[in-house]
């Protein structure tokens, strides 16, 4: 089975105190934080679905959460990485996220109940499917 390339990035101490008490890095566009607006999409724990152009199949949380006036968006697969967001609507997030071969382009498109999407690494690429827990 292939399963998608580590992602590494922002390490919090443990993802069990992610759940309850981290927040997720506030998004930032050329080393500024992104002010979160009223058209900035959904925010909650999302638990998806990665699903591979290859058949694996990946679970994932996705944590969206405005922290001090900026958008914070954290993904938690083997480990937890930051989302650098690209640009943002009301029902959409675009973002790269880092791996061990380089970045991964991220689209989300989130509903109050949903989230679904896809993660982009090179050739490979997930299918992005779940559903908002909080």
């Known amino acids: 089975m292939t399963t998608m390339t580590r992602v590494t990035g922002i390490v919090f101490a443990a993802v069990a105190a992610m759940a309850t008490t981290a927040a997720a890095a506030p998004a930032r566009a050329n080393g500024h934080a992104i002010e979160a607006t009223a058209r900035a999409p959904q925010t909650g724990t999302y638990r998806a679905t990665l699903r591979g152009n290859d058949g694996s199949v990946l679970p ?19 480990s937890p990485t930051a989302l650098e967001i690209v640009s943002v609507s009301d029902t959409e997030l675009v973002g790269k996220m880092r791996t061990t071969t380089g970045y991964a382009l991220v689209t989300l498109k989130l509903t109050p109940d ?5 993660v982009t690494e090179g050739k490979k690429i997930w299918a992005v499917d779940g559903k908002r827990t909080s």
């Open 114 to 118: 949903a989230v679904s999407g896809t």
């Open 60 to 78: 994932a949380l996705i944590t969206i959460e405005r922290l001090d006036g900026s958008l914070g968006v954290l993904v938690v697969m083997d």
